[in-house]
């Protein structure tokens, strides 16, 4: 089964680099290496820029659901923080998500692990988990003193794309707690 992975970002001002352009911070010092290797070993990726340079188009070709829990755990907390801190200072915009070639059930499993009991993003994971938009798709939450395991069921491949469980909005607080992420993609 080939998995493909389209994501749409644009920018205002064609002088400010695209986070996969951006030289400095996590993504240039940590995962640029980790990331090669996933994706020399695993995971093609093409980027196309529009002509007048606003838009970037990354494309991901993705073998199985295997290698994309490998990938998406390699996405860790703190490279997602670079990524929304930067974006956000930047005028970067996320456009768009799509993923295509799951045409059957499977479930996305995200342990979150805390590095002690009793942080406070603990209790606002746990909450904002069972009040997102996805929170339809959530088919099992199990909390202890510092993990957190989400299961979400998707249906097929548009379902994952329009109802995805995302957790951008904290992971600054995640990160800042030092909470470590894994994600298991798997066939029902």
């Known amino acids: 089964m080939a998995i493909t992975e389209t994501k749409v970002y644009s920018r205002s001002n064609v002088g400010t680099p695209f986070y996969s352009e951006y030289t400095s911070g996590v993504y240039h010092t940590s995962l640029k290496s980790r990331r090669t290797s996933i994706i020399t070993n695993t995971i093609s990726s093409t980027n ?16 199985d659901l295997a290698a994309m829990s490998t990938n998406d755990t390699s996405l860790s907390i703190e490279l997602d923080d670079d990524y929304h801190r930067y974006v956000a200072s930047a005028g970067i915009s996320f456009v768009s998500y799509t993923l295509s070639g799951i045409s059957s059930a499977f479930t996305c499993t995200t342990v979150y692990t805390f590095p002690s009991a009793g942080l406070p993003v603990h209790d606002e994971l ?63």
């Open 126 to 188: 746990a909450t904002t988990i069972q009040g997102a938009a996805s929170s339809a798709k959530l088919e099992n939450l199990q909390v202890t003193d510092t993990v957190i395991t989400a299961v979400h069921k998707y249906d097929n491949d548009q379902d994952f794309t329009a109802t995805c469980w995302v957790d951008l909005s904290l992971v600054s607080a995640l990160h800042a707690a030092g909470v470590t992420r894994t994600i298991t993609y798997a066939m029902v």
């Open 48 to 63: 196309t820029i529009s002509e007048d340079g606003t838009t970037l188009t990354i494309v991901y070709t993705i073998p």
